[in-house]
């Protein structure tokens, strides 16, 4: 039998070492990262839909509904952190823009009455954040401890 560093040196707060890059992982189960990469593709044709479907804006509020999430990695500067660690500082920054309840926020905001030329935009900016954060569920990245590292 061989030695599996990402079993047997895991930590006892539910994550575990990836032993090759030293990273950190979730623990969620294989069953449930599954489900957040389905539902990670389904939104990922949705986004790509409704670019094309309006395109200008659309688009621009597709690729940066992507991107934005992990502009809170710039957050916490050059704080003491270790590989696979945020700096403390950039964490709560981090967790709010990975918390699906806030994408869905803003794709609620195409719902109020008099902002129509925004909302095509919003609502593809947040399925766009939405379809980020399903992703990085479904890669085994989920929310920070306070001192930065995977729960």
Not at 4 to 9: G, R, V
Not at 11 to 16: L, N, Q
Not at 76 to 96: D, I, T
Request: proline fraction near 5%.
């Amino acid at each position: 039998m061989t030695h599996d560093a990402t079993h047997h040196d895991a930590p006892h707060d539910g994550t575990r070492h990836d032993g090759a890059q030293g990273a950190v992982r979730s623990s969620a189960s294989r069953q449930v990262r599954v489900a957040w990469g389905l539902l990670s593709a389904f939104l990922l044709i949705w986004v790509v839909f409704e670019a094309v479907k309006y395109g200008g804006w659309a688009i621009v509020a597709a690729i940066a509904g992507v991107i934005a999430p992990d502009l809170s990695f710039f957050a916490g500067g050059k704080g003491p952190h270790q590989h696979g660690q945020l700096p403390r500082r950039a964490v709560p920054f981090y967790n709010l823009l990975h918390r699906i309840s806030v994408a869905l926020a803003v794709m609620l905001t195409c719902l109020i009455p008099g902002a129509s030329a925004a909302s095509v935009p919003l609502f593809t900016f947040g399925l766009a954040w939405t379809q980020h954060i399903t992703s990085d569920r479904a890669l085994g990245f989920g929310l920070r401890t306070p001192d930065g590292w995977q729960r």
